[in-house]
């Protein structure tokens, strides 16, 4: 069959210079990306290797052609060879806390002594790009020509068609901004910009962390109890409390929980209808550190009223978050940032902070330790949170799958809570290591306690047909809440049914802690029997906040 006078398809030499420069291209964003980001890498980078199959007539065009699609290239080739090499040498991402910080204070002699320190690893990384690009330049040299038989011609309709379609696809994946800002250019602007931020945030920061120490040691709390103190304080992510059987879940998410708080009696109190008052991470926090008091009334920083009453204050994370590491993390201490990928995409599980919690426990430096652990928890993505192939719930129908099928919910919520119970299963293994932890520390009649909480709540098929994050409804703001300490009664089971306020969370912990200062509000501390609940003012409608 012979083709139509006035079609042409594709020479051979621009095919293989498409399939060349694209596989190159490829090749190099698979080093540094893994996953859905690779596919939507190589879809930012198709535009250009698709121009190779456009005939151009002008010599002139075809070798500006041939630089920007060489230029192009070695853009996505350097966001990879970088981004490859910090998952080899740091398992870090350049957006990561530890990348951007050591960025932004290191300065051109540093750099050029890390260069040289490292320099195989650096020679490595240049000669794959070399390779790279003496490979782009050749095959790009090979785009597609249009000649003196093929100018009055147009291209094959099929080829207009593929290429008007893989067009349409790149074009989407530009106008959304969360591909978008993947593009290398985008990516790396925005990286430049943080660590400027960065640096001129830092003395601020520095200066308002030296502020709050300031202002603790001039409130001047005591200590009213005498001996050893540990407290751990455990802040999770994401975690909604109607998905733990430790709360009457139908799946049993939580084993170990409940095997302590058979163990434990009345020295473990379960808060049954906890709540934060914010939907996101960093308010909570917020609230949390600064005893949900607002900005107006200069509130002392939690940590701060620790360190100055006496306590050696330990910050350890599975999270990747500047911000948290600097209004809070860097307050303490000892700062242990276990966790060097931020967002989403982190694969780090929680388990990895179980040995820096040991060390901290087994410091010999201080009797006095306040330990805070900050995880992960169920922070989407949900099956990112647990370990490959350990998901119990994925195997049968049972009555919580019924339940959602019955309330019309998507086979893809109904997989997404799968997933999810499978990380409260998971999650309650390293909450449980940490309590046990906490308990066996120290000698038998030293002072030990322990309080874990979530920072806010998840939607995951509950009240609506859809999975994360969810300002708009009670699951954004249904948390556990458990206290646990081996001297002094806790709460009646009566009282543990109080509703509690997850920014109020700091006065009870200055309680664990047994410190005193002026500023005292036992009306807000969930232990005392002066306890009064305030509603909070969240943007959703609550029926009650007694469940």
């Known amino acids: 069959m012979t083709t139509p006078t006035n079609e042409v398809s594709p020479s051979r030499n621009a095919l293989l210079a498409c399939g060349v420069v694209g596989a190159t291209l490829l090749a190099l964003i698979a080093l540094g990306h893994d996953g859905r980001r690779m596919a939507q890498l190589a879809v ?29 290239a070695m853009g996505f080739a350097l966001d990879g060879a970088v981004r490859a090499y910090l ?109 400027h931020t960065l640096r001129t945030a830092w003395a601020d920061q520095q200066k308002q962390r030296d502020r709050l120490m300031a202002q603790a040691k001039g409130i001047a709390p005591v200590i009213s109890q005498t001996g050893p103190s540990t407290v751990v304080l455990v802040i999770t992510d994401s975690i909604n409390r109607d998905n733990m059987a430790l709360y009457g879940y139908g799946r049993p998410t939580t084993p170990r929980l409940l095997a302590h708080k058979a163990q434990t009696g009345n020295q473990m109190a379960v808060l049954k209808n ?183 709540g998840q939607e995951v098929g509950h009240v609506s047909d859809r999975a994360g994050h969810s300002p708009a409804t009670a699951s954004g703001y249904r948390i556990p809440a458990v206290v646990w300490r081996n001297q002094q009664p806790l709460p009646s089971a009566a009282a543990q049914q109080h509703p509690f306020r997850a920014d109020w969370s700091g006065w009870t912990l200055m309680d664990l802690l047994h410190i005193q200062w002026n500023g005292q509000k036992p009306e807000r501390d969930v232990l005392q029997d002066a306890y009064r609940w305030q509603a909070p003012t969240i943007p959703v409608a609550v029926e009650s906040f007694s469940r």
Not at 47 to 64: C, D, E, G, K
Not at 97 to 121: C, D, K, P, Q
Not at 301 to 314: D, E, I, N, P, S
Not at 316 to 340: F, G, K, P
Request: hydrophobic residues 50%; glycine residues 4%; neutral net charge.
């Open 44 to 72: 930012l980078a198709m535009p250009m290797v698709l121009w190779l199959a456009w005939p151009l007539r002008s010599a002139r065009m075809r070798r500006i052609r041939t630089l920007l699609v060489w230029l192009w």
């Open 87 to 195: 998952l080899d040498a740091y398992q870090a991402a350049p957006d990561g806390a530890m990348v951007l910080g050591a960025a932004a204070n290191t300065n051109a002699r540093e750099g050029s002594e890390y260069l040289w320190m490292h320099w195989r690893s650096a020679a490595v990384w240049c000669a794959a790009l070399v390779v790279a690009g003496v490979l782009v330049g050749m095959f790009a040299r090979r785009g597609a020509a249009a000649d003196a038989a093929t100018t009055s011609a147009r291209p094959a309709r099929w080829v207009v068609a593929l290429v008007a379609l893989l067009l349409l696809v790149a074009c989407v994946a530009y106008a959304s901004k969360p591909w978008r800002r993947l593009h290398p250019a985008v990516f790396w602007t925005q990286w430049a910009n943080s660590v």
């Open 274 to 456: 906890a709540w934060s008052v914010d939907a996101s991470t960093l308010p909570a926090l917020r609230n949390m550190f600064h005893f949900g008091l607002p900005e107006s009334e200069n509130p002392p920083h939690l940590l701060a009223l620790a360190r100055a009453a006496g306590y050696k204050v330990w910050w350890i994370s599975n999270h990747d978050d500047l911000a948290i590491e600097q209004q809070h993390a860097r307050l303490a201490d000892v700062v242990d940032m276990v966790n060097r990928t931020p967002g989403r995409a982190s694969a780090s599980l929680d388990g990895e902070i179980l040995d820096c919690v040991q060390e901290a426990l087994a410091d010999t430096s201080t009797d006095r330790k306040l330990i805070v652990v900050h995880l992960m928890g169920a922070h989407p993505h949900y099956s990112l949170r647990f370990p490959a192939n350990a998901n119990p719930f994925d195997d049968d129908v049972d009555a919580v799958e019924n339940g959602l099928v019955k309330d019309g919910r998507s086979a893809w919520v109904r997989r997404f809570r799968q997933e999810y119970d499978a990380a409260l299963l998971y999650h309650d293994f390293v909450v449980s290591e940490l309590l046990q932890q906490t308990r066996s520390a120290g000698k038998p009649g030293d002072y030990r306690a322990w309080m874990y909480l979530s920072d806010h």
